[in-house]
């Protein structure tokens, strides 16, 4: 029998915004992306249109993006490996308005070193904002990268009142 994933494509503070959920919660939240990847990222899925059994999680995201720093109940459907959990279990932890390093991850979780593993997973993460991916900096406090692009990152961490002008550069085109 296969899962359904039920998806919503609404504007957001931050643009074109996709949430996609299944019954036990929100499974996706990206950014200028179409509802046909879902397909690709959930092979095996049926993936609907949502008939308004999300819309309050959809509005409580919608919110939560214009909000960054306040928290949420939203429920969530992480997926993931056992490690992935563990990680985004830790940017959980990250207090609103502040940042940590790839290595600073790793060694909360008992694996210094394991920089590369912990941004491999901090960038498999599917629910953007909500697992808070946008909160992990580079080592010399620069913004690293971001599926949605670094100028998102920034309004985000702005938002939540982290100061980036250490990295502004970067967003100097």
């Known amino acids: 029998m296969?899962?359904?994933i039920r998806y919503a494509s609404v504007d957001s503070a931050l643009g074109?915004?996709?949430?996609?959920?299944?019954?036990k919660g929100v499974c996706r939240l990206s950014f200028d992306e179409a509802p046909g990847a879902l397909a690709t990222l959930f092979p095996g899925h049926d993936i609907v249109p949502d008939d308004g059994r999300i819309a309050p999680w959809v509005e409580a995201a919608r919110q939560k993006v214009a909000s960054?720093?306040?928290?949420?109940?939203?429920?969530?459907d992480r997926g993931g490996t056992p490690f992935q959990r563990a990680v985004w279990?830790?940017?959980?932890?990250i207090p609103a308005g502040e940042t940590r390093s790839y290595g600073e991850i790793a060694a909360a979780l008992g694996k210094p070193g394991a920089?590369?593993?912990v941004g491999s997973a901090n960038g498999a993460n599917r629910i953007a904002?909500?697992?808070p991916c946008h909160r992990v900096v580079r080592s010399d406090g620069s913004l690293g990268g971001y599926a949605y692009g670094l100028e998102r990152k920034a309004k985000l961490l702005e938002a939540e009142g982290a100061s980036?002008?250490?990295t502004q550069h970067l967003l100097d085109f």
């Open 89 to 93: 279990d830790e940017l959980d932890k």
């Open 2 to 4: 296969s899962k359904t």
């Open 16 to 23: 074109p915004m996709l949430v996609a959920a299944s019954d």
């Open 129 to 131: 904002v909500l697992i």
């Open 115 to 117: 920089e590369r593993a």
């Open 68 to 76: 960054p720093q306040d928290r949420h109940d939203i429920p969530l």
């Open 164 to 166: 980036v002008a250490k």
